[in-house]
């Protein structure tokens, strides 16, 4: 049982860059799956989930309007679609699972990130 982020590189501020969530060993369908970043020197922060509705979103404040969340369950993967992204954007991103099962926790933060995640730099 496998989450494995991809997906991270270095892109100039206002760029964009798009994260994948691929699962393995079981079926995201049926999960909440979300994103979390740390950057050096910081605390953890939750991003975004999304539920096994896709009516079931949630973002962080931070990246409200600029980060879209989506899943394709035919591919058993989540996406993290990153716009106008900005330097304190920088961090490595981490697969999460939700505490609630199939629904996104009421507290963002209480996301429970997955492996080794994906650096992303935001630099020009």
């Known amino acids: 049982v496998q989450l494995q982020a991809s997906g991270g590189g270095l892109v100039q501020p206002g760029g964009s860059l798009r994260l994948s969530c691929a699962g393995s060993?079981?079926?995201?369908?049926?999960?909440?799956i979300g994103w979390t970043r740390q950057a050096p020197g910081k605390e953890r922060e939750a991003v975004s989930c999304i539920g096994s509705s896709v009516l079931n979103k949630v973002y962080a404040d931070s990246v409200k309007g600029r980060f879209t969340i989506s899943r394709d369950d035919a591919k058993n993967t989540v996406y993290l679609q990153m716009n106008d992204m900005q330097v304190e954007d920088t961090a490595v991103y981490y697969c999460?699972?939700?505490?609630?099962?199939?629904?996104?926790?009421?507290?963002?933060?209480?996301?429970?990130?997955w492996g080794q995640g994906t650096q992303v730099t935001v630099s020009s």
């Open positions: 999460a699972t939700s505490p609630e099962g199939s629904w996104c926790p009421k507290a963002l933060n209480d996301l429970n990130p």
């Open positions: 060993g079981f079926s995201l369908e049926y999960y909440a």
